[in-house]
């Protein structure tokens, strides 16, 4: 199988596209990055962009609906493009996998058309890279190249902002940079949005380098907090924590029932790994039997609450879910299940 990295698609894209592709992994805004230099390069005049771009989401897509944009030639040009994001792949059943392959496969006949589906992050179970995919990326790869976007480290992470300050007009040091990456954190969309900031207020100081204070002075400090964290705290009784972490995600209106789902769904990963380990099975092999990633398992390993208290927190969880949704406030569900740690 013929994974691309983010840098060989861009390149592609630009000289000879393939008919369809599919973007996977943890760097969403190098996703969406790349989906506008595919429509720059496909379809770049907004006055025929109705006509030869199509856009589907996860509640406008259908294998029907998808069809539907393939099958209309394109308007006064060679290619179109049509978009999919948001669809959660693991959640299809097998017949939707096949109606989906059936549909790319009619590519062949309608090859002016350049695919994208992108696909969220944690979304979609690509298997163990480069060297065990999936069998569900194995049966997509038949009709879509499929293109990894690996997590950016943080030694990548200073390099790009480094490019992010030099487009809008300022540089930077690599210790302001690194700088800028210790503060606002390693999520993209937010480093993006901290550094155009940053960078507009050195160019109205009448100065195009930025300092070490100007990132201190305009920046917002990030708590990179989640719900995984979220369900450590909860499930190791540690209040503080817990609720540190909800005013965050209610700081950043994060929808509670995406927090409890995320939580649930948490707490039942811990639970398997603990039953699977407690009969005896190694990290490698729960982690081939449950399809999860082999350092997610060591760390679940590393923090065990055992069976009886998930057990617990997941009928606790039951509850607050059922209120949450009977609720108008789902953060006070949330809240209350924190005081019943």
């Known amino acids: ?173 690599p210790e302001v940079c690194a700088l800028t990456v210790e503060r606002c954190g390693r999520d993209m969309f937010t480093l993006a949005s901290e550094t155009d900031k940053i960078s507009f207020y050195t160019l109205s100081q009448g100065r195009n380098e930025v300092n070490a204070q100007d990132v201190k002075l305009v920046s917002v400090s990030a708590t990179e907090f989640d719900t995984f964290a979220f369900s450590n705290a909860l499930t190791a009784g540690k209040r503080e924590d817990a609720l540190a972490v909800l005013s965050d995600m209610k700081f950043r209106r994060v929808d509670p029932i995406l927090i409890m789902s995320e939580i649930t769904s948490n707490i039942c990963d ?13 990290s490698r092999e729960i982690s081939e039997f449950l399809k999860m990633h082999e350092y997610k398992v060591s760390l679940l390993l590393r923090s065990r609450r055992g069976v009886d208290r998930l057990k617990i927190m997941l009928d606790r969880c039951r509850k607050a879910d059922l209120e949450l949704k009977l609720s108008r406030n789902g953060y006070a569900s949330l809240e209350k299940l924190i005081c019943t740690i």
């Not at 811990?270 to 190694?282: F, I, P, R, Y």
């Open 1 to 173: 199988m013929n994974i691309l990295k983010e840098a060989d698609f861009r390149k592609q894209i630009k000289s000879s596209p393939n008919k369809a592709y599919l973007l996977f992994g943890e760097e969403d805004y190098l996703k969406a990055y790349a989906m506008s230099v595919a429509k720059e390069a496909i379809s770049p005049d907004e006055t025929l962009s109705m006509f030869n771009e199509m856009k589907l989401d996860a509640l406008s897509y259908s294998p029907e609906a998808l069809l539907d944009a393939i099958m209309p030639m394109p308007m006064m040009t060679d290619r179109k493009l049509i978009t999919v994001t948001g669809l959660e792949l693991n959640s299809f059943e097998p017949p939707e996998i096949e109606e989906l392959c059936r549909v790319l496969s009619s590519l062949d006949e309608y090859d002016y058309n350049t695919v994208i589906i992108s696909v969220p992050s944690d979304r979609f179970d690509y298997g163990f890279l480069p060297k065990r995919p999936s069998k569900l990326l194995d049966t997509l790869s038949e009709y879509l190249t499929p293109v990894y976007f690996e997590k950016s480290t943080p030694a990548r992470l200073v390099t790009w902002v480094g490019k992010h300050y030099a487009h809008n007009g300022v540089s930077a040091s």
């Open 270 to 282: 811990a639970l398997s790994v603990e039953l699977l380990a407690a009969d005896g099975m190694t």
